[in-house]
C-alpha cells in the first residue's frame, strides 16, 4: 500500500469500518511510514476532540408533548374500522326491534351475515398473500440465524473435509435425500465440509464453503415437485442471501461476501453439477 | 451428480411442506392483532420510537439550523412514522425513524432555500488566511462548541448530516448509507471530505480570530 492509498483509506480505518484484511494492512503501512502516521495521529485526535465536543440538540419536553397529542389526535380522526364493535350495534339494534319496527330485525341480520360473508372472501384472498412475504421473512431470518450461529459457536461443519466424496455420502446417510455436493476449490470457493442442519421445519443439508476469510452456507433441501425456477437476491443485516431452484433442490447461500461473489458461486455452482 | 429426490420419500416431503403453512399462519395472524386496536398500535409506536426523540432533534437541528422549523420537522415525522408504521417490520427502529426525520427536513429545505443542498463552497471566504493554522492549534480550539458549531453550520446540508449521523449518534457507515440514502461505498468519502472541510472551516475562523 502507498501513501495515497492510505490517505484514502484513512477515515474508514479511524473509523473501525474496514474489513480485516484491508486494516491491517494499513496497520502496516503506518508501521512503516512516518509520516503517514504523524497524519493519522493528528487526523484521529483532531476528529475525536471536535466530535466529542459538537453542541447534541436534546429535544425540549414540550416537543415530546406535542407530538404525543399529534399522535393521539391521529388515531381521534381515524375512520373506525373495528368490525366487532359495528356487529355489536347492528346485534342491539336487532334486539330492540321487535318492539319498535318488527321488519327491521331480518334485514339487518342478513346485512350482518352479508358482511360477515364478505370479509371472508376478503380474508381467505387475501391470507394467502399475506402470508408469501412473512413466510420468506421468516425463512430469511432462520437463514441468517443458523448462518451465524455455525460462525459463533465454533460448530461449522460436523464433517469436516474438502472431499466432496467424504461429505456426500456421510450427508446421504444422515437425511431422506441425497444433495449434490461439488467441491469448487479451482475455481476459488473450497469445500470445507458439511453440516445438517434444520430450517423451515425440516432437515437440510448445510454445504459451508469458504471465500478467502469469509465462509458460505450453502442450504440444501428438495424442492416442491411444482416449484419453479427461479433466483432471488436479498440483503438482511449486511448478509447477503441468494436462493435458486433447480429441478430437484431449493438451495440458499448466506453469506457476508459481496452480492458478486456470491452470484460467481452460484453459477460455478451449478456448472459443476451439470458435469458430474 | 445431482440425483434425484428417491422416490419412497416423495410423500414424506410433501407432509413436511403442509406443515410450516400452518405454523406461518399463526404467526401472521399473532403481528396483525398486535395492531389491531389503534391504541396498542399507538402504544408500541411510542414504545419503540419516543426513546429516539433526541437522536431525530439533533439531526433535525442540525440540519435546518433552526430550532423551531427542528420542532415542526420532527413532529411532522414522527406523525409520518405512525402512519406508515405497519411497514416498519425491521429491527433498526432508529435508522427507520431518522431516515424519515431526513427526508421531512429535506422536504423543508428544498422549499425554503434550493442553494443550501448542494456541495458548493465558497472559496472567497475559505480559499485564503488559514494556511498558517496549524493541526495543533485547531486541536487547542477543538473544546470551542460555539465555534465548532459555527464552523459546522457553514457547512452543506450533506455534510452536516454525515457529521451528526457518525460523530454524534455514533452510528455505522451501512446505517448511514440507509439513512442519506448514498450507496455505502461512499460513505467513506463522504465523511471523509466532510471532515477536510469542517477542518478548513474552523481553520478560517481561527485564523481570523487572531
Given amino acids: 500500500m502507498n501513501c495515497e ?256 461473489d456470491l452470484q460467481a458461486f452460484k453459477q460455478l455452482f451449478e456448472e459443476q453439477i451439470a458435469h458430474h | 451428480m445431482a440425483l434425484l429426490l428417491k422416490e419412497e420419500h416423495a410423500s414424506e416431503t410433501e407432509d413436511f411442506e403442509s406443515d410450516p403453512k400452518i405454523v406461518k399462519f399463526v404467526v401472521v395472524k399473532k403481528r396483525e392483532e398486535q395492531h389491531h386496536s389503534p391504541k396498542g398500535e399507538l402504544t408500541s409506536f411510542e414504545a419503540l420510537m419516543l426513546p429516539h426523540l433526541d437522536a431525530a432533534h439533533n439531526l433535525a437541528r442540525w440540519l435546518l439550523r433552526n430550532e423551531q422549523d427542528a420542532q415542526d420537522v420532527v413532529q411532522e415525522a414522527y406523525l409520518r412514522a405512525f402512519k406508515s408504521f405497519a411497514g416498519f417490520h425491521g429491527s433498526n427502529g432508529r435508522a427507520w425513524l431518522l431516515t424519515i426525520v431526513r427526508n421531512t427536513s429535506y422536504t423543508l429545505l428544498k422549499k425554503n432555500r434550493a442553494v443550501d443542498l448542494t456541495t458548493t463552497f465558497d472559496e472567497e471566504i475559505h480559499g485564503s488566511g488559514h494556511e498558517s493554522v496549524s493541526p495543533a492549534t485547531i486541536l487547542e480550539h477543538s473544546e470551542d462548541a460555539e465555534l465548532i458549531r459555527e464552523a459546522m453550520d457553514e457547512l452543506p446540508a450533506e455534510f452536516r448530516e454525515i457529521l451528526a449521523l457518525r460523530h454524534q449518534e455514533g452510528l455505522s457507515y451501512k446505517e448511514i448509507a440507509d439513512i442519506a440514502q448514498i450507496p455505502p461505498g461512499t460513505v467513506m468519502s463522504r465523511l471523509a471530505r466532510a471532515r477536510a472541510k469542517l477542518k478548513e472551516c474552523l481553520a478560517a475562523r481561527i485564523g481570523k480570530e487572531k
Fill in chain 1, 5 to 260: 492509498e492510505a490517505t484514502k483509506l484513512m477515515d474508514g480505518y479511524l473509523d473501525g469500518e474496514l474489513d480485516p484484511i484491508t486494516s491491517q494492512t494499513i496497520e502496516q503501512h503506518l508501521r512503516e511510514c512516518h509520516k503517514c502516521d504523524q497524519a493519522y495521529k493528528t487526523h484521529g485526535s483532531l476528529i475525536r476532540a471536535i466530535g466529542n465536543a459538537t453542541p447534541y440538540y436534546k429535544a425540549p419536553a414540550e416537543l415530546r408533548e406535542r407530538i404525543q397529542s399529534s399522535l393521539r389526535e391521529e388515531i381521534a380522526e381515524r375512520p373506525t374500522r373495528n368490525v366487532a364493535r359495528d356487529a355489536r350495534s347492528l346485534f342491539l339494534r336487532g334486539q330492540r326491534g321487535p318492539r319498535t319496527v318488527p321488519s327491521e330485525i331480518p334485514w339487518n341480520w342478513l346485512s350482518l351475515a352479508a358482511a360477515i360473508i364478505f370479509a371472508a372472501i376478503i380474508a381467505l384472498n387475501l391470507v394467502p398473500r399475506l402470508q408469501r412475504p412473512g413466510a420468506d421473512q421468516l425463512l430469511g431470518t432462520q437463514l441468517i440465524a443458523s448462518h451465524v450461529r455455525s460462525l459463533m459457536a465454533n460448530h461449522l461443519t460436523d464433517v469436516a473435509s474438502s472431499d466432496q466424496h467424504t461429505v456426500k455420502p456421510w450427508l446421504d446417510a444422515k437425511l431422506d435425500f441425497a444433495p449434490a455436493v461439488v467441491d469448487l476449490a479451482s475455481e476459488g470457493f473450497p469445500l470445507v465440509g458439511g453440516r445438517l442442519d434444520y430450517l423451515d421445519n425440516r432437515p437440510v443439508a448445510a454445504l459451508v464453503y469458504q471465500r478467502r476469510k469469509h465462509f458460505i452456507n450453502l442450504f440444501v433441501w428438495p424442492a416442491e415437485p411444482d416449484a419453479t425456477r427461479s433466483t432471488k437476491a436479498l440483503t438482511r443485516q449486511g448478509y447477503q442471501l441468494l436462493h435458486w431452484v433447480d429441478s430437484d433442490f431449493n438451495y440458499w447461500a448466506v453469506s457476508d461476501v459481496n452480492d458478486k
